[in-house]
Antibody
Framework: QVQLVESGGGVVQPGRSLRLSCAAS????????MHWVRQAPGEGLEWLAV????????YYTDAVRGRFTISRDNSDNTLYLQMSSLKTEDTAVYYC???????????????????WGHGTLVTVSS | DIQMTQSPSFVSASVGDRVTITCRAS??????LAWYQQKPGKAPNLLIY???SLQGGVPSRFSGSGSGTDFTLSISSLQPEDSATYYC?????????FGRGTKVEIK
């Protein structure tokens, strides 16, 4: 079955950087777009970024554009989120999520988030 | 960005009750809408996609309807395990956005 396992979270000072990883298994990783979604303590869900199945295209929400970079390694079935210039308001549980639409070629629409990891907590604090 | 307005933010109902949650998009999104259930300390779980399609493995007491700007999630007969927070999400285009959530409590 689909497994998504995030890692790399921890406590980091404001202004510093951190890289999250998401190890995928149980499905054809290279056939699906992948997303990062976060949830601040006691708050709702916030979509952050998506990367297309080939890695060619990336899209971001305004709050992280220019500071966060989503990438993937299809040879290693791993998704990444490089976070820089971290702010206290970036404190959250970060989830990776699999897109619901399988893409076998060409340009594909993004769908929904049908599988999620367990999340990794990032705390930005001095 | 498309804003998703969910209501109510909290509902308390008894086992067996019918519960309805609504979600309104700030602009038309056709049927590009999903519903998720999240229990404390857990990742969200996809319940409904394309406004009314039931995700595999989800009990049939859950149903979704709507198109354009107005959508509903219904639980036909509330069960104890349905105690959770429910979120709508528009999949019409980036940035994808969620509603603020509806917490469902069992009386």
């Amino acid at each position: 079955q689909v497994q998504l396992v995030e890692s790399g979270g921890g406590v980091v000072q404001p202004g510093r950087s951190l890289r999250l990883s998401c190890a995928a298994s149980g499905f054809t990783f290279s056939g699906y777009a992948m997303h990062w979604v976060r949830q601040a303590p006691g708050e709702g869900l916030e979509w952050l970024a998506v990367i297309s199945y080939t890695g060619t295209n990336q899209y971001y929400t305004d709050a992280v554009r220019g500071r966060f970079t989503i990438s993937r390694d299809n040879s290693d079935n791993t998704l990444y989120l490089q976070m820089s210039s971290l702010k206290t308001e970036d404190t959250a549980v970060y989830y990776c999520a699999k897109d619901s639409i399988f893409c076998s070629g060409g340009s594909c629409a993004f769908g929904y988030f049908d599988d999620w990891g367990h999340g990794t907590l990032v705390t930005v604090s001095s | 960005d498309i804003q998703m307005t969910q209501s109510p933010s909290f509902v308390s109902a008894s086992v067996g009750d019918r519960v309805t949650i609504t979600c309104r998009a700030s602009q038309g999104i056709s049927s590009w809408l999903a519903w998720y259930q999240q229990k404390p300390g857990k990742a969200p779980n996809l319940l409904i996609y394309a406004a009314s399609s039931l995700q595999g493995g989800v009990p049939s007491r859950f149903s979704g309807s709507g198109s354009g700007t107005d959508f509903t999630l219904s639980i036909s007969s509330l069960q104890p395990e349905d105690s959770a927070t429910y979120y709508c999400q528009q999949g019409n285009g980036v940035p994808f956005t969620f509603g603020r959530g509806t917490k469902v409590e069992i009386k």
